[in-house]
């Protein structure tokens, strides 16, 4: 395969995307202007956390839904916008928004909390996505959606004035998932210990509506903390910025994500060679993700022929509206039921519910995950009846050129040339294994 065929179909959402010429300018586009953030734009912390006191207000004070309908509003554009951002930007950016949206998973936990996680990546993730690891982490620690998602409200110093007080005590789960998920990762050389320790040295981290993330030093435990043998101590956020910078410097963290990302974007058994060029791009940039993606692209095993991995719903779906060359406006213009119907309940039934992954470690990697006969036969089903309920259909063959160009494999083409209607065709193109791995 040509290089821009390559590119598209593995670090893209496919073919019809502004294929990249080469590696530079696959780079230069992910350090330019985020231009799909400007014509989509979502909200983040500072317009969400005043809709939710409306409708916190509202809701207490039994005054009607006009606030709460408001929300639900947002959290609706939100969804439809990442869609139409992935349908229409630069592909290998919103691979990477996605990409770190599931290595810091977080979910909304009711109608008041539905936009953090959107909130989220427009505050801390997007805005990192070529800066340097530290940026990104203390972001997204210190972000509500993290605290609330992890229950960090419901944590306190077991002798803290609040803890000793309301009889409250530690919660582990941010501690935990900051150093097995989000950093270290599993099997690290840390114990149970390091873990009680962080989540001693994280309470004082809560949430509220009024304020966002706030630092309440009757909650804190009191004293320092030794984490991975490092004593942390000092006034409020001192000690927590501080052992924030030290986990994204540690040489675990640096191996833990440049493998992730690797089995991500290339395969379920990376070369080693690869992933050792990514973690010396991190340690020489001190955590620049640019080098490191530029590592990563810059490794001939970053480029074989044979497509190992199998795009995920939400991948299979948005390259398929891509490629049916789908108009954004027709996403937003889709009444709620219909988006329901022919978007949203079909990755759930594919295996990928929107916004609901399985837990903090977010969705699995491997093809065995994806490519099962129930997600399989679900795929087959959206392929063969959704295109047609958007639109227009596409010519098969043109469709096939245009999405997969010289991955389109003979039998393909044939099975295409005899299929008795041209919606059949459309889904033979989109059910095709070609199309379903990148």
Partial sequence: MRFQTLAALRFGFGVPSGAPKNVEAMLDSLGGPDQSARDWPIEGLASVLPAVQAAQAEKAAAMGEDAAFALAEMEDRACRSTFVRAMTGDGFRERLVA???DHFTVTGRGAMDGMLPYALVEDALRPNLTANFEAMLMQVVLHPAILVYLDQPQSFGPTSRAGKRQGRGLNENLARELLELHTLGVGADYAQADVRAMAELLT???YDSRWGMRFDPRRAEPGAETVLGRAYGGDEMVPIRQVLRDLAAHPATARHICGKLAVHFVSDTPDPAMVDAMVAAWEAS?????????????????WGQSLEKARQPFDFVVTALRALQVPPQAIF???DARM???????LAEMGQPWKAPRGPDGWLEPVSAWITPAGLAARIDWAMRVPAAL???PDPVMLAERALAEAA????LTAIGR????????????????????
């Fill in 286 to 302: 001190g955590g620049y993700l640019l080098r490191v993606y530029a590592a990563m692209l810059g490794h001939p095993a970053a």
């Fill in 99 to 101: 990409f770190w949206a």
């Fill in 340 to 346: 329901r119907k022919l978007i949203l309940r079909p």
């Fill in 333 to 335: 213009d889709l009444p």
């Fill in 409 to 412: 494999e003979p039998a393909l």
């Fill in 204 to 206: 004082g981290l809560t």
């Fill in 419 to 438: 299929a008795e209607t041209v919606a059949e065709g459309v889904g033979l193109v989109l059910a095709s294994p070609a199309f379903n791995r990148r």
């Fill in 391 to 393: 639109g227009d259909v």
